[in-house]
């Protein structure tokens, strides 16, 4: 990294700490909406700006450690300046570590980060494309500091996640979680870190971390998934969220959801009226909402209402159950449920999922609702045909190859 884009770096960040992140009452304030929720300080970061400065400030704080993993990671301008200030961390002495899904990276060469190397820094990707683990990917996003502060998400290091693809911008959110439950999540990584040393997955050592962990029993929980046998244990708990819950209001990016989860959200959209999905309108890979429409029918027969956002493509991963809100990595489909490494955080606070219903108005606000009509519209048995190839490909292979595919989806005029 040149002497000037150092300087460059350090202001920008510098700027973006004096603006966005204050001292109140002894504690760090983040870019975004606070909550206080038992010993755990929240903030919440939805637009663009907020996430790209909470990041940059995160690592900017670190004064012993940055954990860090993301699926995807971008050698555009983000990606560079993500990048840089990792290296100017591990230059001033912070242990840093970087790990990145060989898959979902696949843009960016290793020769990317040797200024990382070269700064005292560890990198690795999490690479999966031999044997039986090709189809498994690690989903998941989180940027731990100190062991103090962790963030997590929906949202990958790359321009078109933080308002800088325009239009095609993806919308996503994240949150930032400032208590105990960080040093849970930093052994966690750790874990993930020895596991996949060098490159080279032990599926047997992921396997047993994700079976024998715990999320404990307080307000915010660190749930997880994984290669397992059965369901995730992430998906799990949000299926005895949906048994005892009155209503909910769930955002996916992604939604071909196993029998099971499938059955339980009618079930309870059966039980009360104003339940409500919002899919994406757009996207960069017309196989998954070809997939997710396959099941409409079915949801709006048991008083589900459905909205796919049209402003942008949605990346998005929220799901709220009465007080409980779960944000993270995982989308509702079968890939997040029983194959991929999630990471999600579940929190059980009133106020925040008040707030989050909130945030979902406004997205249902910019949406198309589903109707009748408009199913009749699309039906015909060719869309049929091409709906179920599709929820084979994002389910059973992968959301990749649905990209190769045209999709034709049929709009309302």
């Not at 663009?48 to 050698?75: H, T, V, W």
């Not at 049209?310 to 409980?324: A, G």
Request: with cysteine; charged share 25%; glycine share 8%.
């Amino acid at each position: 990294m040149s002497m000037k884009r150092a300087a460059r770096l350090r202001r920008t960040v510098q700027s973006g700490i004096a603006n966005n992140m204050t001292v109140q009452s002894g504690k760090l304030r983040f870019p975004g909406t606070h909550f206080q929720v038992g010993d755990h300080d929240l903030h919440l970061v939805h637009q663009p700006q907020d996430r790209l400065n909470a990041l940059l400030q995160l690592i900017a704080m670190a004064q012993k450690s940055i954990q860090m993993f993301f699926y995807m990671f971008c050698a555009d301008e983000t990606g560079q300046q993500m990048r840089d200030a990792l290296v100017m961390a591990a230059t001033r002495g912070v242990r840093v570590q970087l790990i990145i899904d060989s898959f979902g990276s696949t843009q960016v060469s290793d020769r990317f980060f040797d200024a990382l190397l070269d700064a005292g820094g560890e990198y690795h990707s999490f690479s999966t494309r031999k044997g039986l683990g090709y189809l498994i990917r690690n989903h998941q996003k989180m940027l731990i500091i100190d062991a103090i502060h962790a963030l997590v998400g929906g949202f990958n290091i790359a321009d078109s996640y933080f308002g800088r693809a325009g239009d095609d911008s993806w919308e996503d959110l994240g949150i930032i979680v400032s208590g105990p439950q960080a040093q849970r999540l930093s052994d966690y990584f750790e874990d993930m870190a020895q596991a996949s040393n060098g490159g080279n997955v032990s599926f047997r050592q992921i396997r047993n971390i994700i079976r024998q962990w715990r999320p404990g029993i307080g307000q915010v929980q660190w749930l997880l998934g994984g290669p397992t046998n059965r369901i995730s244990p992430w998906a799990l708990t949000f299926k005895r969220s949906l048994d005892i819950g009155k209503k909910f209001d769930i955002v996916s990016a992604y939604f071909s959801p196993s029998q099971t989860i499938l059955r339980r959200l009618a079930k309870t959209a059966r039980r009360n009226k104003g339940s409500r999905l919002i899919m994406a309108g757009k996207t960069d890979n017309g196989a998954t909402i070809a997939a997710a429409r396959l099941l409409y029918r079915y949801l709006m027969r048991r008083k589900t209402r459905i909205f796919e956002y049209q402003p942008r493509p949605l990346h998005m991963k929220l799901m709220v159950i009465d007080d409980m809100v779960y944000i993270g990595s995982a989308n509702l489909d079968i890939r997040s449920m029983f194959i991929n490494l999630e990471i999600m955080v579940r929190i059980k606070d009133a106020g925040l999922a008040l707030h989050m219903c909130t945030l979902i108005d406004e997205l249902v606000s910019q949406s198309e609702e589903q109707t009748r009509v408009l199913l009749k519209k699309r039906d015909t048995i060719w869309s049929r045909f091409k709906a179920g190839i599709a929820y084979f490909l994002v389910n059973s292979v992968d959301y990749t190859i649905g990209r190769r595919i045209k999709f034709r989806l049929i709009r309302k005029s």
